[in-house]
């Protein structure tokens, strides 16, 4: 499978990203795939204007040139996608909500035929994140696995390492063997 990872922290290698290498190593003892990787705070992503060019030109292209051109390319071809985030204010983080934007281009092509794994790291909620995904999901076909991990216990207030959240690091390594099997 191709499989593109969206990484929404701008915290490099900490729950999210744990979160969705758990899914990879799953994935990579099960199959050969092209993984690639987008760690969106690094790249210059700029928000959707609303001019909906991309819904009049005959190529549905976005009119602003930036770092997204590098992922839409590679979501085109992607089998799996992959988005992990941690819950900012009951979404998913700006960086990541900004990519999420920038794909009304691509909505014209339709999403049929992918499948979207979508991680959440969170303290307290992470239902109005993953409602929004559900609610699409049907509308686009596309093929969703959400994953929540709550990095925090609300018994001693404090955050939790998210090595300390076995269940759920089980649960991603899990759901990426499901997935190379199921591709
Ligand atoms: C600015 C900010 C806003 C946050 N908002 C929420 C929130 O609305 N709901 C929640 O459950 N957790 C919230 N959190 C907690 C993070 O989602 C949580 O710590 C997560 O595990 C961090 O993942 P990361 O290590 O991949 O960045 C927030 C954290 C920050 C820094």
């Known amino acids: 499978m191709n499989v593109i990872v969206l990484h929404g922290s701008p915290r490099k290698g900490m ?8 899914l990879l190593r799953g994935l990579a003892e099960t199959g050969d795939h ?9 790249m210059n992503i700029r928000p959707c204007r609303g001019c909906l060019i991309c819904a009049s030109s005959p190529t ?5 040139d930036d770092d997204m051109g590098i992922i839409y390319d590679a979501y085109r071809g992607a089998d799996l ?3 992990a985030s941690p819950m ?3 979404y998913i983080t700006a960086q990541l909500k900004t990519v999420q934007d920038r794909m009304e281009a691509l909505a014209f092509e339709g999403f049929d035929g992918k499948t979207s794994a979508v991680l959440f790291t969170y303290n307290h909620h992470y239902e109005s994140a993953a409602n929004m995904f559900r ?10 696995h959400v994953l929540a991990c709550r990095t925090y216990d609300p018994e001693t207030k404090a955050s939790l390492p998210i090595e300390a959240c076995t269940k ?6 899990t759901l ?8």
């Open 135 to 144: 609610r699409i999901a049907p509308h686009f076909h596309i093929d969703l």
């Open 60 to 64: 549905h292209s976005c009119a602003i």
């Open 15 to 22: 729950n999210s990203d744990t979160l969705a290498g758990e």
């Open 168 to 173: 759920e690091l089980s649960e991603a390594y």
């Open 88 to 90: 900012y204010w009951g």
């Open 176 to 183: 990426g063997r499901k997935l190379s099997e199921a591709g």
């Open 81 to 83: 996608v992959v988005w």
């Open 34 to 42: 092209e993984v690639k990787h987008f760690y969106v705070n690094e």
